[in-house]
């Protein structure tokens, strides 16, 4: 029963990230929420998360996420997606390039009460600084 939930419960989530609607955070996100990125970032609470997902949307105005598969287990999702934008504004001190970009990514949530309480991602963060030219491609 609890995986079923927990499927329900990612559902949800991925739902909301599409409906970019920040001001439904709070329906997903736990008070003590706890996101752990690549490179140590880290983000706690609605308020992180938040402003965590709001510098990206800011920096990629029509970001979309694709999620290819799923696996739920007990009281975590693991989700494997691709992201996908247009570099129209500043992320982490990077000007604007107005390249689109496309990278991979995944996410080891687990859930309480239907919300998010840990999130452990994984990102294509070569790909990604590749695509916006910081990088050679080869």
């Known amino acids: ?10 559902e949800a ?3 909301f990230m599409a409906s970019r609607d920040l001001d439904k955070a709070a329906d997903h996100i736990a008070a003590d929420y706890h996101y752990v990125g690549p490179g140590g970032v880290e983000a706690r609470g609605v308020d992180g998360f938040t402003g965590m997902l709001a510098s990206y949307f800011s920096a990629f105005p029509d970001l979309a996420f694709n999620v290819h598969e799923m696996v739920c287990e007990q009281d975590r999702a ?3 997606f691709t992201a996908s934008g247009t570099h129209e504004g500043e992320l982490m001190g990077i000007a604007a390039t107005g390249r689109k970009v496309s990278f991979a990514g995944t996410v080891i949530a687990r859930f309480v009460h239907g919300k998010v309480v840990q999130e452990w991602e994984s990102l294509d963060e070569l790909a990604l600084m ?9």
């Open 1 to 10: 029963m609890q995986t079923e939930q927990t499927r329900a419960s990612a």
């Open 13 to 15: 989530f991925w739902q």
């Open 78 to 80: 693991v989700s494997r």
């Open 130 to 138: 590749q695509q916006l030219g910081l990088l050679p491609a080869d």
